[in-house]
Antibody, heavy 120, light 106 residues
Framework: EVKLLESGGGLVQPGGSLKLSCAAS????????MSWVRQAPGKGLEWIGE????????NYTPSLKDKFIISRDNAKNTLYLQMSKVRSEDTALYYC?????????????WGQGTLVTVSA | ENVLTQSPAIMSASLGEKVTMSCRAS?????MYWYQQKSDASPKLWIY???NLAPGVPARFSGSGSGNSYSLTISSMEGEDAATYYC?????????FGGGTKLEIK
């Protein structure tokens, strides 16, 4: 069974940093592109970015490119999101997601999300 | 960035009623993907490659469209279908989502 488990969320001050993790199990993590998606309270979904299996290609939504860094450790089956210079508008539930196939087919698997709250 | 506009933003339907919601892209896309999200739950892939139902999705759902215009249709509304539906494109990065259509029971 495919499982994605995010962690690392919490309260962070404006301008601060936080690193989120997504532990994957039940599939060959090293063969899949992985993405981060966030959802602000009461709002819609926003794709943050993706990373390919060997970390040689990382794509971001342009507005977040200078603040967030996506990485992965295939030996640990874990995806990461390093957040920096956070602002109140970064308050959201952060999901990791895996596509149906290697890098396509839509996001067939989602974690339960980890909540990040930016507040002084 | 390819902007996806969903309409209507909110709609209500009676049980047994046919439902259709729209997703329009600012630039042409190859396929459209749809997700269902219920309160306090993670999104679920509902339709992929425009018209393929994800496993477990009832056959009363269907997807269609091409180019800039796509739609999700429910042939006969059931109570469990009340949710928010999002479209998403994977044709070009960033892989944008639409703003969602909230479907309620009338």
């Amino acid at each position: 069974e495919v499982k994605l488990l995010e962690s690392g969320g919490g309260l962070v001050q404006p301008g601060g940093s936080l690193k989120l993790s997504c532990a994957a199990s039940g599939f060959d993590f090293s063969r899949y592109w992985m993405s981060w998606v966030r959802q602000a309270p009461g709002k819609g979904l926003e794709w943050i970015g993706e990373i390919n299996p060997d970390s040689s290609t990382i794509n971001y939504t342009p507005s977040l490119k200078d603040k967030f860094i996506i990485s992965r450790d295939n030996a640990k089956n874990t995806l990461y999101l390093q957040m920096s210079k956070v602002r109140s508008e970064d308050t959201a539930l952060y999901y990791c997601a895996r596509p149906l196939y290697g890098n396509y087919g839509g996001f067939a698997y989602w974690g339960q999300g980890t909540l990040v709250t930016v507040s002084a | 960035e390819n902007v996806l506009t969903q309409s209507p933003a909110i709609m209500s339907a009676s049980l047994g009623e046919k439902v259709t919601m729209s997703c329009r892209a600012s630039s042409s896309v190859n396929y459209m993907y749809w997700y269902q999200q219920k309160s306090d739950a993670s999104p679920k892939l509902w339709i992929y490659y425009t018209s393929n139902l994800a496993p477990g999705v009832p056959a009363r759902f269907s997807g269609s469209g091409s180019g800039n215009s796509y739609s999700l249709t429910i042939s006969s509304m059931e109570g469990e279908d009340a949710a928010t539906y999002y479209c998403q494109q994977f044709t070009s990065s960033p892989y944008t989502f639409g703003g969602g259509t909230k479907l309620e029971i009338k």
